[in-house]
């Protein structure tokens, strides 16, 4: 059964950080993107990053572009968002996710989420 647990949200001030994990188990991934989207109250789920767990490269979304940096571990098959300079915008619901092959077009698998939220 493949799984993935979020951890590490909470409530940051602005122009804090938090750093979020991913613990992927169930499977291999080495043919998948790890990655994170975001859903807002009343807005749509929005991609944020990504990383293969191939060679390790990395897209993000222009909103958070210099601010947040994915990265992956592995040993342990776990993808962490260190999220800096934060703003009350990036507040929402943070989703890691997995899909096969190079980009996040097509999602098989989806954490059950884990809360951020920025206050100023």
């Known amino acids: 059964q493949v799984q993935l647990v979020e951890s590490g949200g909470g409530l940051v001030q602005v122009g804090g950080s938090l750093r979020l994990s991913c613990a992927a188990s169930g499977r291999t991934f080495s043919e998948y993107s790890m990655g994170w989207f975001r859903q807002a109250p009343g807005k749509e789920r929005e991609f944020v990053s990504r990383?293969?767990?191939?060679?390790?490269?990395?897209r993000y979304a222009n909103s958070v572009k210099g601010r947040f940096t994915i990265s992956r571990d592995n040993a342990k098959n776990t993808v962490y968002l260190q999220m800096n300079s934060l703003k009350s915008e990036d507040t929402a619901v943070y989703y890691c996710a997995a899909s096969r092959g190079a980009t996040m077009g097509g999602v098989k698998y989806w954490g059950q989420g884990t809360q951020v939220t920025v206050s100023s």
């Open positions: 990383i293969t767990w191939s060679d390790g490269s990395t």
